[in-house]
């Protein structure tokens, strides 16, 4: 997946089951620039403006609903 500035979101599976998900974040060129880990169960469906929008799904009602988180990208110190 590519977002709005160019950056690449890639997934990658953490347990032989698929159960969590490590997606690497990478610039135009390749470069490692995060990690971000999301259970299987909660997919991203788009990445723009700065923010990361998923889906949820109440587990009492089944009902689904839109997640968005704010991504701010900082240098570990």
């Given at each position: 997946m590519v977002?709005?500035?160019?950056r690449?979101?890639?997934?990658v599976p953490?347990?032989v089951?698929?159960?969590?998900?490590?997606w690497w974040?990478l610039?135009?060129s390749?470069?490692?620039?995060?990690?971000?880990?999301l259970p299987?169960?909660q997919p991203?469906?788009?990445?723009?403006?700065g923010?990361?929008?998923s889906?949820k799904?109440n587990?009492?009602t089944?009902a689904?609903?839109v997640?968005?988180?704010?991504?701010?990208?900082?240098?570990?110190e």
């Open positions: 977002d709005d500035e160019n690449m979101w890639v997934a953490m347990d089951q698929n159960e969590t998900y490590e974040i610039n135009p390749g470069e490692l620039l995060a990690r971000l880990v299987e169960d991203i469906y788009d990445i723009k403006n923010y990361l929008y889906k799904t587990e009492e089944g689904e609903y997640v968005k988180y704010r991504i701010e990208l900082t240098e570990k």
